[in-house]
């Protein structure tokens, strides 16, 4: 059960800690082999990494959002800091880093929408727990808190600690997905795995091995998981939508995906994630939450880029209206 929050205070925000890259972005008919070259590709320059990503989600759906993260003392930094400044996103805490780059992530796209990722992560990967630590109090304070493992994995322990001693929603988005211990599990209120991750996370736990199949391995997968204390699974499906696993009801909710043609799926599940964080700081209850994050996401699919494709508060209301409406149809004949 995802915690209430703190009515009595002023100033809510979301708080999203973790990266900040620079997309260098091929579109090509198709993905190349092993040791291929395709060529004819398009080139475009794109923002991008996780946590820059869903903090532009988060404060283009309606949150005040603030960002921790770490860049390089160069070209790149500074477009990024400009960039997210102009958002709208409080960048007062993101530290810079004189010896480092800045991140940069080199993203293959093809005809369909799919893609593949390298990631030099630079200063991303010099967030140090110390750091965290003086930023405690903007941690406490925060509505929402979400953050992804394109950081340190200490640096990700020490957040979610700190954010445990206040009421601060802890939100985990495990990608790209590296071993997580059971200690940190029990610190996260929700964590949001797509099926691969969920599956993988689940052997990294050394979990029983899993027999059955779709959506039953899904919900065990989830259930599994929760025994360590989170209190959520939410597991993204692309165009199936998601499933919502209430560990302390156990209970499973499935919400499905609004049909659109993808042109471009990078940056879609962060932007699931800031929505997600954004609607729950500002009040609704995790299902509205989720069928407002799966809205967004159906439309940042049909935009190229990461932050470029995240969609503004009226949009995304818009489209939350239409699969609602969707939903109570897919209802109403059953």
Known sequence: MVKKLKRNQKNQYVLIIGSSNMDLNIYSERLPAPGETVTGGIFKQ?????????????VRSGASTIFIGKVGK????????????????????????????SGVAFIMIDSSGENMISVAPGA????????????????????????????????INTALEIASEEETIKILNPAPLKPISREI????????PNEGELF?????????????????KIIQASKDISMFGVKTVITTLGSKGCLIYNGEKDQ????????????????????FNGVLASKLSQGENIVNAVKHATAAASIAVTRKGAQESMPYFNEIKERYIELNNQINKLESKH
């Open 46 to 58: 794109f923002l991008g990494g996780k946590g820059a990503n869903q903090a532009v989600a988060s």
């Open 74 to 101: 160069d070209a790149f930094g500074d477009e990024m800091l400009v960039r997210l400044t102009e958002e709208g996103i409080d960048t007062s805490h993101v530290i810079r880093d004189l010896r480092e780059a």
């Open 124 to 155: 991303n990967f010099k967030l140090s727990p110390n750091e965290i630590n003086a930023k405690s109090e903007l941690i406490k304070n925060a509505t929402s808190l979400v953050i992804q493992m394109e950081i340190p994995i200490e640096t």
């Open 185 to 192: 599990l029990k610190n996260v209120d929700i964590i949001v």
């Open 200 to 216: 993988r996370l689940h052997s990294l736990l050394e979990l029983e091995e899993l027999t059955i199949t779709g959506k039953e």
């Open 252 to 271: 499973a909710t499935e919400v499905p995906a609004f049909k659109v043609k993808a042109v471009d799926t990078v940056g879609a599940g962060d932007c």
